[in-house]
């Protein structure tokens, strides 16, 4: 491991020699059922899949390596695609702020105490500063302030992605929270607030289309109780998973606006009759990171990530079986491996060859490491055959591959890898979802880290805040998530709040955030 | 327009219920060729094809709306696409550098007077500014002088696409010069100097690839003058445009960093004898945003927009032509539009049908602003017939597109498109490169903004510089592009430097700048 190296140390020439010929030190040395905090570390790092390199030197900053980055601009296109199905195009807005402009509408000024700004151009003190963007709303609905003018212009559908936004987080964790992280955002202006609610139920069924038909993360669409609403909204939709360790990963948000920006940046049109009017917004925001970081821990297992292959970016990796000595055999190896990669790139599969230094052992648990969804071995034997070994991800189980019929057999392998990837996480969500009925139950299931609760509650509205939190004090920090947004369970007759103890009405979801 | 809107005005109200039915206002009231700047204003404006809006509130930061937005888009994936071809991996870096950083190399500590600084989080002063980068290096050297150890990490190829840099620019101007600006940077670590100069080739080879035999943008690729090196360069390569005032636009730049990056952030590796060495760097920086302005003003006109079907969002747009009270006759339209639509959508091609209010000439208008490559216009008779009428943008011919062999005419068609758009670049290109043997020479042929001027000259390193810089004063800012870096012109015998008269060495490119 290069950590902490001193560049200027001069015994480092001698160690460099002696490693010279030996591998890198990989793989993960803790359980992800027993320690998945360090699991999640060692999984991000050079030892696990090369996710991210934490040593920029400004915390909070990181840099996102390229099996990372591949993985996550799969999931921006995935993203991309539906959003622009739906009728949204695509900007790009600036980076930068006005100070005046990201105060504007009150509640939202919230997000102030954690921007960054910019003081000076050179040595040059600007007029007023800049904040780096939180997110984008107030950068891009003075605009919209101009580019609407008649009902006509309605709804208005736009989004921006690959952006990067900028907070001040006090504790940060790669893909969960960082100062700069990536990013994604649609605005919308319609006409009517029925429109708006609409669009509020299409933005999650995007999310379940990406998030949970294409890459397996199951999760459950909240609307969330007044007192945890997005700054300046009216009310925040939002899909929560569950990690490893019980606690609830936010996924996306979407935000139905209401008037309340509209108002303040004048984003109004005249309707057919020639009245002037708000438009009524809704913001959605993917979260490219958390839906990143659940990827990695739903499906990860202690051998590493574990990929769907709609984001894998290599699906297959060949590994030649070479011996020493034998180069008449390893030739015809090197030939066959060659020989099966360029049949699987006629496929829709992805693939590649390992020829680097390195055992084949060594080799299989890099790629595991990595998540890549099959190998395929090819040693002297399989050279002279037209049936090859391929061995699953998650079974680890080694069949055959006859290549003769390579595409249908590995459409048929690739089914069942994401089927058994779903079954996986359903199964882990299904079973981390429990019912309570007081708080004693409540505090007992928190307690052993068993993700969502579901509980009788009082209110969602602003009375319930003081439930809310005294029931955050007595778990240790359960938070209510809210009542699911479609088919929300209602309590039974008598049912009571867990905290006051006054007649229900609602069951809400309890977890444990980041 | 909305520009200069008062959103109080109380006028306002009764202004667009009279323009509510009317058409927004677009066209370009200038001629290219009598007019560039004016002509390059309005076509990136709302009037034009609706590229940026200028509007932002915060000078040099523009928002790229969606038709630009989803060129840019394209001409990032071709080259994303050419880059890791060539065996580069993407990874993508904080947008922030710490100062230590960016001013370690000397030389590239010249940024620093542009750059802007982040001084505060919320209401807390950093104990260190950081900058906004202005360019990737000294964000991303110190990190690989961590991953590079031995000479088996070499080459190290890397690359950063779709992000953004920041220099405080004194003018800007939409895709020439921006204060965060489109940015895509290579990053590439060799053992020995061969190989960074074959990079530098092959970076060539990428940017005539992508700019000139997809995009139609010739360009010469020139060695610079030493004077003219990026910051921190041992040399810079530099491939030039001409654009339609004759001045030279920089579409490209790659620079052979030597070892003066690695030497100060410890780029280093172990070679084969178990010795420490610092590694051959070079970067290479296609620019996104003055290939973007090449495209604009060489291919356009003075109807707009024209767009190589590579880059164009859409490639055929269908205008139905309806008549008021004719219901039975535009319904058979509208359903013939559907169906060649749902034809086209088979092909390679991407298709639309404009169904928005508005008068076909109107929308003949709009699209051809938009750069369209064909349009094909369906009325009464089109509706039943095996045959529309397909107009190119370039010529305004109108044709005959068999519906029976809708793919292979439009192959044909859209093969004539980009060999016109080729051979109008090619012919303005060559026209506008002049010879000179005299410094009165070059001073008459920049009066007439006649391109690039191939002149002798006494020397490109340092030594030259003087000259340099009395040619700049004599002509009102000619510069010394270079000279080229393959098939270089050698002066003739006795031929002397147009500005020292001593015995000239090269023949040297010269041209206005921005």
């Given at each position: 491991?290069?950590?902490?190296?001193?560049?200027?140390?001069?015994?480092?020439?001698?160690?460099?020699?002696?490693?010279?010929h030996?591998?890198?030190?990989?793989?993960?040395?803790?359980?992800?059922?027993?320690?998945?905090?360090?699991?999640?570390?060692?999984?991000?790092?050079?030892?696990?899949?090369?996710?991210?390199?934490?040593?920029?030197?400004?915390?909070?900053?990181?840099?996102?390596?390229?099996?990372?980055?591949?993985?996550?601009r799969r999931?921006?296109?995935?993203?991309?695609?539906?959003?622009e199905?739906?009728?949204?195009e695509?900007?790009?807005?600036?980076?930068?702020?006005?100070?005046?402009n990201?105060?504007?509408?009150?509640?939202?000024?919230?997000?102030?105490?954690?921007?960054?700004?910019?003081?000076?151009?050179?040595?040059?003190?600007?007029?007023?500063?800049l904040?780096?963007?939180?997110?984008?709303e107030?950068?891009?609905?003075?605009?919209?302030?101009?580019?609407?003018?008649?009902?006509?212009?309605l709804?208005?559908?736009r989004y921006?992605?690959?952006?990067?936004?900028?907070r001040?987080?006090?504790?940060?964790?790669?893909?969960?929270?960082?100062?700069?992280?990536?990013?994604?955002?649609?605005h919308?202006?319609?006409a009517?607030?029925?429109?708006?609610?609409?669009?509020?139920?299409?933005?999650?069924?995007?999310?379940?289309?990406?998030t949970?038909?294409?890459?397996?993360?199951p999760?459950?669409?909240f609307?969330?109780?007044?007192?945890?609403?997005?700054?300046?909204?009216?009310?925040?939709?939002?899909?929560?998973?569950?990690?490893?360790?019980?606690?609830r990963?936010?996924?996306?948000?979407?935000?139905d606006?209401g008037?309340n920006?509209?108002?303040?940046?004048?984003?109004?049109?005249?309707?057919?009759n020639?009245?002037r009017?708000?438009?009524?917004?809704?913001?959605?925001g993917?979260?490219i990171?958390?839906?990143?970081?659940?990827?990695?821990?739903?499906?990860?297992?202690?051998?590493?990530?574990?990929?769907?292959t709609?984001?894998?970016?290599?699906?297959?990796?060949?590994?030649?079986?070479?011996?020493?000595?034998?180069?008449?055999?390893?030739?015809?190896v090197i030939?066959?491996c060659k020989?099966?990669?360029e049949?699987?790139k006629?496929?829709?599969?992805?693939?590649?060859?390992?020829?680097d230094?390195?055992?084949?052992?060594?080799?299989?648990n890099?790629?595991?490491?990595?998540g890549?969804?099959?190998?395929?071995?090819?040693?002297?034997?399989?050279?002279?055959?037209?049936?090859v070994?391929?061995?699953?991800?998650?079974?680890?189980e080694?069949?055959?591959?006859?290549?003769?019929?390579?595409?249908?057999e590995?459409?048929?392998?690739?089914?069942?890898?994401?089927?058994?990837l779903k079954?996986?996480?359903?199964?882990?969500f299904?079973?981390?979802?429990?019912?309570?009925?007081t708080?004693?139950?409540v505090?007992?299931?928190?307690?052993?880290?068993?993700?969502?609760?579901m509980?009788p509650f009082c209110?969602?509205e602003?009375?319930?805040?003081?439930?809310a939190?005294?029931?955050?004090?007595?778990?240790?920090g359960?938070?209510?998530?809210?009542v699911?947004f479609?088919n929300a369970?209602?309590?039974?007759?008598?049912?009571?709040?867990?905290?006051?103890?006054?007649?229900?009405?609602?069951?809400?979801?309890?977890?444990?955030?980041?």
């Amino acid at each position: 491991m290069t950590n902490g190296k001193d560049k200027k140390d001069k015994t480092a020439n001698k160690e460099h020699k002696e490693e010279k010929h030996s591998e890198k030190k990989i793989g993960i040395t803790v359980k992800k059922s027993e320690n998945f905090s360090e699991w999640y570390t060692q999984v991000c790092s050079e030892q696990g899949a090369d996710l991210v390199d934490v040593r920029y030197g400004v915390a909070g900053f990181v840099v996102h390596k390229p099996w990372a980055f591949k993985i996550l601009r799969r999931i921006y296109d995935l993203l991309d695609y539906e959003i622009e199905k739906d009728g949204h195009e695509p900007f790009l807005f600036p980076t930068v702020i006005p100070e005046e402009n990201l105060i504007k509408e009150k509640e939202h000024a919230g997000f102030a105490p954690n921007v960054f700004w910019i003081s000076h151009a050179g040595e040059e003190k600007l007029e007023r500063r800049l904040a780096l963007r939180p997110t984008g709303e107030t950068a891009i609905y003075p605009m919209y302030a101009l580019w609407i003018r008649s009902y006509k212009d309605l709804p208005l559908k736009r989004y921006q992605s690959r952006i990067t936004v900028f907070r001040n987080e006090a504790t940060t964790r790669p893909f969960m929270r960082g100062r700069e992280f990536m990013f994604y955002e649609t605005h919308d202006v319609f006409a009517t607030h029925n429109e708006a609610l609409a669009q509020i139920k299409t933005d999650m069924k995007i999310m379940n289309k990406v998030t949970y038909d294409t890459l397996k993360i199951p999760f459950i669409f909240f609307k969330r109780p007044k007192w945890d609403k997005f700054l300046g909204a009216v009310d925040t939709y939002a899909s929560d998973t569950i990690m490893p360790d019980g606690k609830r990963n936010q996924c996306s948000s979407t935000h139905d606006l209401g008037h309340n920006f509209a108002k303040v940046y004048g984003v109004e049109f005249v309707d057919e009759n020639g009245e002037r009017k708000h438009g009524y917004q809704t913001c959605f925001g993917p979260g490219i990171y958390r839906i990143m970081a659940a990827l990695i821990s739903i499906h990860g297992d202690d051998n590493g990530l574990i990929l769907p292959t709609a984001v894998a970016p290599i699906h297959i990796i060949i590994i030649p079986i070479t011996f020493s000595g034998k180069p008449d055999v390893n030739e015809k190896v090197i030939k066959k491996c060659k020989e099966v990669e360029e049949l699987i790139k006629k496929t829709t599969y992805s693939v590649k060859v390992d020829f680097d230094e390195g055992t084949p052992g060594y080799k299989y648990n890099k790629w595991e490491l990595f998540g890549v969804p099959f190998r395929i071995e090819i040693g002297p034997r399989e050279s002279e055959s037209d049936e090859v070994t391929i061995v699953n991800r998650i079974t680890k189980e080694k069949k055959k591959l006859n290549l003769k019929k390579v595409e249908m057999e590995l459409n048929q392998y690739a089914e069942e890898h994401e089927k058994l990837l779903k079954k996986r996480a359903d199964e882990y969500f299904k079973g981390n979802t429990k019912e309570a009925s007081t708080l004693k139950e409540v505090k007992k299931i928190i307690e052993e880290h068993r993700g969502f609760i579901m509980a009788p509650f009082c209110s969602m509205e602003h009375e319930g805040e003081k439930c809310a939190d005294k029931l955050k004090a007595e778990t240790q920090g359960g938070d209510v998530l809210g009542v699911k947004f479609e088919n929300a369970e209602a309590p039974k007759k008598g049912q009571k709040c867990i905290i006051c103890g006054k007649e229900a009405k609602h069951i809400v979801y309890i977890a444990k955030s980041y």
